[in-house]
């Protein structure tokens, strides 16, 4: 695949990978997921600056929200699994506007302050060390730079309910993320406040979503009224936050303005996730670093 780029091998922190997955086909397209979808695409529209340079979309998947960045002269699509990238390759056909680069969040293979905005959507909830993938995307903005986080947030109305009833044992009150499930993980409010201030981003805007991811809910009202009272309630949000999905829009504050990186040149964009070099050498089919020799 030209504009494709492959780099990992041996990663820790465990990483949940969606190689070989039918997840859009079995989860987004026919798992009733349409209310979740649409409720996505309209705060994506609310956060994203109207335009931009170059667009990392981390944890990409099939390319579901990727047509969701109009404004946007490139876009890197990133995402642990080949299989998936190949599925949004399909989907959005083959252009220079579209990258799309399989590797591991902890280890970015981009050189530093390359994008003037990231997103990073239902992925941090497989994220087993959260602050250390935070921090790799802080590394490949510029200054100014838009972060865009959806979290999974365990402080949600169900769970404070089941909490108080005494079905669940863990406690939705405490900062430290809960692993409801194998590599699924639920993050408290607070805690990815504290992750991203410490890595130096300022919160300029918090949505809740899925208000009424309810399955009785969700069977008996049609999508399109959900869709709107979600819309509705989403900006509640700056207030307090009890959805089971969240949405933040956080920018880089006081990062010094980093060389800029000629546009066209896409082997400028990669550094070795190994040991930090760039240039790369393009191979076929692969990128080669002249330092350490990594593939
Ligand atoms: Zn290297």
Same mark, same amino acid.
């Given at each position: 695949? /030209?504009? *494709?780029?492959?780099?990992? @091998?041996?990663?820790?922190? /465990?990483?949940?990978?969606? $190689? ?7 989860? !987004? ?27 990392? $979309? ?10 969701? =960045?109009?404004?946007? $002269? ?5 995402? =642990? ?24 969040? =902890?280890?970015? /293979?981009? +050189?530093?302050?390359?994008?003037? +905005? ?12 959260? /602050? ?36 669940? @044992? !863990?406690? #939705?009150?405490?900062?430290? #993320? ?16 504290? !992750? ?34 979600? *819309? ?7 207030? !307090?936050?009890? *959805? ?16 800029? &990186?000629? #546009?066209?040149? &896409? ?6 996730? $190994?040991?930090?070099?760039? #240039?790369? &050498? ?7 670093? *002249? ?5």
């Amino acid at each position: 695949m /030209p504009g *494709s780029f492959f780099m990992h @091998k041996q990663t820790t922190p /465990p990483i949940c990978n969606y $190689e070989d997955s039918d997840y859009q086909t079995s989860f !987004w397209d026919q798992g009733g997921r349409e209310y979740e979808d649409r409720t996505e695409a309209i705060a994506l529209k609310r956060l994203l600056p109207k335009k931009g340079r170059l667009v990392l $979309e981390l944890g990409a998947g099939a390319g579901r929200n990727t047509s969701r =960045y109009p404004g946007f $002269e490139r876009i890197v699509l990133l995402d =642990y699994s080949r299989t998936q990238l190949e599925q949004a390759q399909g989907r959005l056909g083959k252009s220079d506007k579209y990258i799309y680069v399989a590797a591991d969040i =902890y280890r970015l /293979p981009f +050189v530093n302050g390359l994008f003037d +905005v990231a997103t990073m959507i239902r992925t941090l909830h497989h994220m087993a060390d959260a /602050p250390k993938a935070l921090e790799q995307v802080r590394n490949v903005l510029g200054s100014s730079g838009i972060f865009i986080l959806e979290f999974a947030n365990k402080l949600n109305l169900k769970a404070i309910l089941r909490f108080l009833l005494g079905r669940q @044992k !863990w406690n #939705p009150f405490t900062l430290e #993320p809960v692993e409801f499930v194998k590599l699924n993980f639920d993050f408290h409010p607070r805690a990815i406040r504290n !992750w991203l201030k410490e890595l130096g981003f300022e919160i300029e805007r918090t949505l809740t979503l899925s208000h009424f991811r309810v399955g009785f809910l969700k069977r008996i009202v049609p999508t399109s009224i959900l869709v709107f009272l979600d *819309s509705f309630f989403q900006s509640t949000g700056a207030l !307090w936050q009890l *959805s089971p999905s969240i949405f933040v829009k956080a920018k880089i504050v006081g990062r010094d303005a980093i060389s800029l &990186i000629e #546009p066209n040149d &896409i082997l400028s964009y990669f550094k070795c996730p $190994e040991c930090g070099h760039s #240039p790369l &050498i393009e191979k076929n089919g692969y990128l080669e670093c *002249s330092s350490c020799r990594k593939r």
